[in-house]
């Protein structure tokens, strides 16, 4: 393959006829995520509470991987609705009453999600929506980055007026060397999930920068059977780059740190009278508190990103 722009070869490598997320293990068979097991527990619980406060009674998980945390708010809310969405066909074990929707991937998303009434999530799907990586040249020239199949990269053409003017807005550089990675594509696939929605709330969890924090060389990097290895877009491995959170314009950034305390789930451990008078409780409390320092942690999940938009539109 002859070297090409980054974003179109992550797109292939991820969504393309052998993509990475075709496989049949799922993304859960090569990273774990805040959806998972006794974290996607917890998460389940915070993500019931904001549909509760937003007054809907549906959830639609975008980008849902094989819809393992929805799978967990179906045990723990039955007396909510779900909807799953990604771009594989309906996992053969996922509980009757979710619903399904396929999606194209990337920034595309499905013709019939349309006029939502509901708690729309999108974790960790911004991050593997592809956009262009770009470099500044030595006459500080922004220039789109190329990638070949075996990953060397090269410099191309200068990047196009609209991701210029992105970077000048949200990413302003001319050091030579440093790297954009310009997130108009993820703005503008989050705008097209907002105009979907009428009433409800929706929200992008993410791993995350701002303008004061942004990355001088950038964050693209791959994942695979739980490790971290080199970005080559060859279908085999998760390409993924931290998302320009600020930029999406939503109402409202907050850590999950910040948002699971305003919850008021905190990893306080149990009071140490409770392994006398109640050892099975006082087991499972500590087994929580030790899930929500995890998903707390500010070097870690605690960190993420979730950008939130409410909805009042109404019924047209
Ligand atoms: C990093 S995984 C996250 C899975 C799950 N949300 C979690 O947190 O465990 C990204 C998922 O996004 C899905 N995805 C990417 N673009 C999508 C799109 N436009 N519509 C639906 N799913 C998409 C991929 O197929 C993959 O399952």
New binding site residues.
């Given amino acids: 393959m002859s070297p090409r722009p980054w974003r179109d070869a992550w797109w292939d490598a991820?969504?393309g006829p052998n993509g990475f997320?075709r496989r049949a293990e799922?993304?859960?068979g090569h990273?774990t995520?805040?959806?998972?097991g006794g974290l996607g527990a917890v998460l389940a619980e915070v993500v019931a509470s904001l549909a509760d406060q937003a007054g809907v009674c549906r959830v639609v998980?975008?980008?849902?991987?094989?819809g393992?945390?929805l799978t967990h708010l179906h045990d723990k809310r039955p007396d909510l609705e779900f909807v799953g969405?990604?771009?594989?066909e309906r996992p053969v074990d996922l509980p009757r009453r979710v619903e399904w929707l396929r999606?194209?991937?990337?920034?595309?998303?499905?013709d019939d999600l349309r006029e939502i009434d509901a708690l729309v999530l999108?974790?960790?799907?911004l991050?593997?929506?592809p956009c262009t990586i770009a470099e500044v040249d030595h006459d500080g020239v922004l220039r789109g980055v190329l990638v070949n199949a075996a990953g060397a990269e090269s410099l191309g053409d200068e990047v196009s007026t609209a991701d210029r003017d992105w970077a000048d807005t949200w990413w302003p550089t001319a050091k030579p060397g440093n790297r954009v990675e310009v997130g108009l594509s993820r703005d503008i696939?989050f705008a097209d999930l907002l105009s979907r929605s009428r009433t409800g709330v929706t929200i992008a969890?993410d791993y995350g920068h701002t303008k004061a924090t942004r990355p001088t060389q950038g964050t693209l990097t791959a994942y695979r059977e739980g490790t971290l290895t080199d970005a080559i877009p060859d279908g085999q491995r998760?390409l993924?780059a931290h998302v320009a959170t600020d930029s999406l314009g939503a109402d409202e950034v907050v850590t999950q740190r910040e948002l699971f305390h305003r919850l008021g789930l905190t990893a306080a451990t149990p009071e140490h009278a409770g392994a006398t008078a109640d050892p099975l409780g006082y087991v499972h409390a500590l087994g929580r508190a030790s899930t929500i320092a995890a998903l707390t942690d500010p070097h870690g999940l605690g960190g993420f990103h979730w950008a939130m938009t409410r909805h009042t539109r109404g019924h047209a």
């Fill in positions: 991820l969504y997320y799922g993304p859960a990273f995520t805040s959806a998972h998980d975008l980008a849902c991987g094989r393992e945390l969405v990604d771009i594989v999606s194209p991937g990337g920034g595309e998303l499905p999108a974790h960790e799907w991050d593997v929506v696939a969890v998760d993924t």
